[in-house]
């Protein structure tokens, strides 16, 4: 029988009192507060702490009442509280009972014991046999049995086919097969397995999700992108698979970027720069410079651009395809960041030097890649617009939208709607050329996401 939990309901709302360090104007999340503890006990004590938002939410729901003292101290100290009364903080009060004592009835259920950083010590059943007995058990759960060598490596490959073939597939279809995918790893996480194996399962999920999540954004289901890509981000975080949450990162950072929030933007896109940091690739760490180029070039920073952009050069000259993942792409074997550059310059004014790079990045693009091909052409178009071309404009949107009329997504439309903005200031009778096409593919964009979430 569980233990019936009271919330803490202090805790939750000395939570819901501070605002969310986005500057989205919400409250702060939990995955926020854990990552602002992380970082006072850094500053403060020069130590590692490594709570995520599931540890916050044990300790709202009550289910711990007294974590270490460094963590009580940590989280007084972000929330503004005196005391730890005032966060619901107390111990858990256990009666002795004397040597040689015999307790009546069933033991009290008791909240786990914790350590001294306040993780919670978890136990299995109780053996009376000895510290040998404690050991056989300890080795028989390490070594159950669950999912073999072979299956785990096709379940991988089967993943690594997704990636492989998310540029050419509709989002209904990758949804689809992500959510095949889902099912067998949960199933197989619901196993036992080998420490080695789940932890790999856990990282395959994580990628998974974070495939989910942008193909979620591309029909425009932005509150699932975003939940995919946070839980995503947490699992490569706990996992400590830093390339991957650093990709998950950069990934995520697309949604606030088609939103023109540009501080969110940057904001993810800095906490990739950070995993990345702690142990990832080189392809993987040139592709989020990139992006952040871009991101100052949004904001109009061309020195911040030069400066990001510089780094993503020097670390893509030591890309490699095997570190690839959805999104990036290559040309003669290392990472091509002519499509950053090209729209880094697109919204820095410069639509001559725009032109040459995403010019160069179409022609190595494959033609089967048709999504991506269909973006990049949509950026010409905006050159075409910004140099006074109406007509070729014109032409390029409408050739993006319908070689992508069977497999429409998000950003296609809104740069397309983007581009007709822009030439409708120019010339409002040229724009209305694009109306019906527009249409067109708003609607199968529609019919394509009700087929997705169905």
């Known amino acids: 029988m569980g233990v019936d939990h009271q919330p803490n309901s202090k805790l939750i709302n000395a939570r819901l009192r501070m605002k969310s360090p986005a500057g989205s104007g919400h409250s702060m999340s939990r995955q926020e507060l854990a990552e602002a503890v992380n970082a006072w006990q850094w500053r403060a004590r020069g130590k590692e702490d490594r709570l995520d938002e599931t540890d916050i939410g044990r300790l709202e729901r009550g289910e711990i009442r007294w974590p270490g003292r460094e963590r009580r101290e940590a989280f007084r100290a972000v929330l503004g509280a005196s005391?730890?009364?005032?966060?619901?903080?107390?111990?858990?009060?256990?009666?002795?009972?004397?040597?040689?004592?015999?307790?009546?009835?069933?033991?009290?259920?008791?909240?786990?014991?914790?350590?001294?950083?306040?993780?919670?010590?978890?136990?299995?059943?109780?053996?009376d046999n000895g510290p040998e007995a404690d050991l056989v058990e300890f080795v028989a759960t390490l070594d159950q049995h669950g999912i073999g060598s072979a299956e785990l490596t096709a379940v991988d490959l089967a993943i690594d086919r997704l990636d492989l073939d998310f540029a050419r597939l509709p989002p209904d279809e990758v949804l689809a097969k992500s959510r095949l995918l889902m099912k067998r790893i949960s199933a197989h996480l619901r196993q036992p397995q080998t420490l080695r194996h789940h932890e790999r399962l856990v990282t395959l999920a994580a990628r998974l999700a974070g495939l989910r999540a942008w193909a979620c954004f591309d029909i425009d289901d932005h509150g699932a992108a975003?939940?995919?890509?946070?839980?995503?981000?947490?699992?490569?975080?706990?996992?400590?698979?830093?390339?991957?949450?650093?990709?998950?990162?950069?990934?995520?950072?697309?949604?606030?970027?088609?939103?023109?929030?540009?501080?969110?933007?940057?904001?993810?896109?800095?906490?990739?720069?950070?995993?990345?940091?702690?142990?990832?690739?080189?392809?993987?760490?040139?592709?989020?410079?990139?992006l952040h180029a871009r991101g100052c070039a949004g904001m109009g920073n061309s020195k911040g651009f030069d400066n990001a952009y510089n780094l993503a050069q020097e670390a893509a000259e030591y890309s490699n395809e095997r570190d690839r993942r959805h999104g990036m792409d290559f040309a003669e074997g290392t990472l091509d960041l002519r499509y950053y550059s090209g729209t880094s310059r697109l919204l820095l004014r410069q639509p001559?030097?725009?032109?040459?790079?995403?010019?160069?990045?179409?022609?190595?693009?494959?033609?089967?890649?048709?999504?991506?091909?269909?973006?990049?052409?949509?950026?010409?178009?905006?050159?075409?617009?910004?140099?006074?071309?109406?007509?070729?404009?014109?032409?390029?949107?409408?050739?993006?939208?319908?070689?992508?009329?069977?497999?429409?997504?998000?950003?296609?439309?809104?740069?397309?709607?983007?581009?007709?903005?822009?030439?409708?200031?120019?010339?409002?009778?040229?724009?209305?050329?694009?109306?019906?096409?527009?249409?067109?593919?708003?609607?199968?964009?529609?019919?394509?996401?009700?087929?997705?979430?169905?």
């Open 83 to 127: 005391t730890e009364v005032d966060l619901g903080f107390y111990p858990h009060r256990r009666s002795r009972t004397r040597p040689g004592e015999v307790r009546p009835g069933p033991p009290t259920p008791t909240e786990p014991p914790s350590t001294a950083a306040g993780e919670p010590v978890v136990s299995g059943h109780r053996l």
């Open 352 to 454: 001559e030097r725009a032109h040459s790079d995403l010019t160069g990045s179409l022609a190595d693009l494959p033609e089967s890649h048709t999504k991506a091909r269909a973006v990049v052409t949509l950026f010409l178009a905006d050159a075409a617009a910004q140099s006074g071309d109406l007509v070729q404009a014109v032409g390029l949107t409408q050739r993006a939208l319908a070689s992508t009329m069977h497999q429409p997504i998000l950003p296609i439309i809104q740069q397309s709607r983007r581009t007709r903005r822009l030439i409708h200031q120019r010339d409002p009778a040229a724009a209305t050329g694009l109306d019906d096409i527009l249409h067109q593919f708003s609607r199968a964009l529609t019919a394509i996401a009700g087929k997705a979430t169905s």
């Open 226 to 290: 975003d939940r995919w890509y946070e839980l995503a981000v947490n699992v490569a975080y706990e996992a400590r698979a830093w390339a991957l949450g650093a990709w998950l990162l950069g990934a995520q950072s697309l949604i606030p970027w088609h939103r023109r929030d540009l501080a969110r933007t940057i904001e993810l896109i800095e906490r990739g720069i950070y995993f990345a940091g702690q142990g990832s690739d080189a392809t993987t760490r040139a592709w989020l410079y990139a």
